[in-house]
């Protein structure tokens, strides 16, 4: 069993910072992948980022290169999402999940489907 819990979302003016912090319990936290996904009022969720258990290796969305990152420490059990240069189109609830069966990334990490723990998300909100 595996425990999410994010942290750091609220209200930002476009061009400014949030930091997401999605803390885990449970199961072995460093080996397994990690990403956050993105669900804005009445759209389907989206990927933003990925990392693998070791945090050596990320994946994006292009709508977010070179404005987020996604970082971790295994050591307090934790991920991070630096978002800069936020525009209102990031506005969404941001979610942390877990795929404890994958340490790796690979052309399936983009998909919500095959995560299976998942954090109850933070509202970013960025006006313009």
């Known amino acids: 069993q595996v425990q999410l819990a994010e942290s750091g979302g609220g209200l930002v003016q476009a061009g400014g910072s949030l930091r997401l912090s999605c803390a885990g319990s449970?199961?072995?936290?460093?080996?397994?992948?990690m990403a956050w996904f993105r669900q804005a009022a009445g759209k389907e969720r989206e990927f933003v980022a990925a990392?693998?258990?070791?945090?050596?290796?990320?994946y994006y969305v292009d709508s977010v290169k070179g404005r987020f990152t996604i970082s971790r420490d295994n050591a307090k059990n934790a991920v991070y999402l630096q978002m800069n240069s936020l525009k209102p189109e990031d506005t969404a609830v941001y979610y942390c999940?877990?795929?404890?069966?994958?340490?790796?990334?690979?052309?399936?990490?983009?998909?919500?489907?095959?995560?299976?723990?998942w954090g109850q998300g933070t509202q970013v909100t960025v006006s313009s």
């Open positions: 999940a877990a795929r404890t069966n994958q340490p790796y990334l690979d052309s399936t990490s983009y998909y919500s489907y095959e995560y299976d723990y």
């Open positions: 449970g199961r072995t936290f460093s080996s397994y992948a």
């Open positions: 990392i693998n258990f070791s945090g050596a290796r990320t």
